[in-house]
């Protein structure tokens, strides 16, 4: 699974949003569905934000999410 979901695993992954109570939130219900789903965030090489606003101010990490059977597969995956 690859994509934007509108949230972050760490307060790290973005810059330029507000933290407050829903923003953590949201960190921990994304962190729980990953666990549920039994998921893996696989490393980014390269740049650490993958998406950014047009004027430069919020700046976010897009995740790879995979599988233990397809990391197995593709065991150097980045």
């Known amino acids: 699974m690859l994509g934007d979901f ?11 949003i507000r933290r407050d109570l829903t ?5 921990e219900k ?15 090489v390269g740049r650490k934000y993958m998406w950014y606003c047009p004027n430069g101010l919020v700046k976010s990490r897009i995740d790879i999410l995979v599988s233990q059977a397809w990391l197995q597969l593709w065991p150097d995956s980045k």
Do not use: Q
């Open 6 to 16: 509108n949230s972050v695993r760490f307060e790290c992954e973005r810059i330029g």
């Open 23 to 27: 923003y953590r939130t949201e960190m």
């Open 30 to 44: 994304f962190n729980g569905f990953i666990e549920k789903c039994e998921l893996l965030d696989l490393p980014v």
